[in-house]
T-cell receptor, first 113, second 112 residues
Framework: GDSVTQMEGPVTLSEEAFLTINCTYT??????LFWYVQYPGEGLQLLLKATKADDKGSNKGFEATYRKETTSFHLEKGSVQVSDSAVYFC????????????FGKGTKLSVKP | ETGVTQSPTHLIKTRGQQVTLRCSSQSGHNTVSWYQQALGQGPQFIFQYYREEENGRGNFPPRFSGLQFPNYSSELNVNALELDDSALYLCASSLGLNTEAFFGQGTRLTVV
């Protein structure tokens, strides 16, 4: 069945460091790919998405490119801030539906001043 | 415009009991999905409701059941609770099947 694999955390970075969180997927067909973020004490929020190969999703300085050849959707940010500390989830769905999402296990990011 | 609200925020139940969790979807949203998030894991899809009909189900036993009301609010019922049912239960609503899902803060269920 479909699955999402994320790099293990936690990830600890200093402020202004470069961030990469790896995400690979296994799926039939052409899924849509998402990154969600969960700040402490809050619900999941959609960070960015891509619906077809070579699409780049971007938001709040984060970006990820849908790579069909490597079945990957790595999250990157050029300069992280303390306020980016959260748990990040990679997810996929079929048909564009965001109601039936398959999530990775999540990667906890801590950014130190 | 209020967001997705879930109740209660926390509860503790005894093994074998039944529990009902509630979700009020965001205004105008006709689609609700439920997820179970065990500690240290990503959310797992339980089922989705679209305009009061079940529209997909994940790999959960029949003792997990749901309902969506005419106002599009929803309930998740779990019978014969097991210790492994302890988790954060998340509800997400959306305007339709292919639009952004907005998540509530979840209900933390502990089964003892």
């Amino acid at each position: 069945g479909d699955s999402v694999t994320q790099m293990e955390g936690p990830v600890t970075l200093s402020e202004e460091a470069f961030l990469t969180i790896n995400c690979t997927y296994t799926a039939t067909g052409y899924p849509s790919l998402f990154w969600y973020v969960q700040y402490p004490g809050e619900g999941l929020q959609l960070l960015l998405k891509a619906t077809k190969a070579d699409d780049k999703g971007s938001n709040k300085g984060f970006e990820a490119t849908y790579r069909k050849e490597t079945t990957s959707f790595h999250l990157e940010k050029g300069s992280v801030q303390v306020s980016d500390s959260a748990v990040y989830f990679c997810a996929l769905s079929h048909g564009g539906s965001q109601g039936n999402l398959i999530f990775g296990k999540g990667t906890k990011l801590s950014v130190k001043p | 415009e209020t967001g997705v609200t879930q109740s209660p925020t926390h509860l503790i139940k005894t093994r074998g009991q039944q529990v009902t969790l509630r979700c009020s979807s965001q205004s105008g949203h006709n689609t609700v999905s439920w997820y179970q998030q065990a500690l240290g894991q990503g959310p797992q899809f339980i089922f989705q409701y679209y305009r009061e009909e079940e529209n997909g189900r994940g790999n959960f036993p029949p003792r997990f059941s749901g309902l969506q009301f005419p106002n599009y609010s929803s309930e998740l019922n779990v019978n014969a609770l097991e210790l492994d049912d302890s988790a954060l239960y998340l509800c997400a609503s959306s305007l339709g099947l292919n639009t952004e899902a907005f998540f509530g803060q979840g209900t933390r269920l502990t089964v003892v």
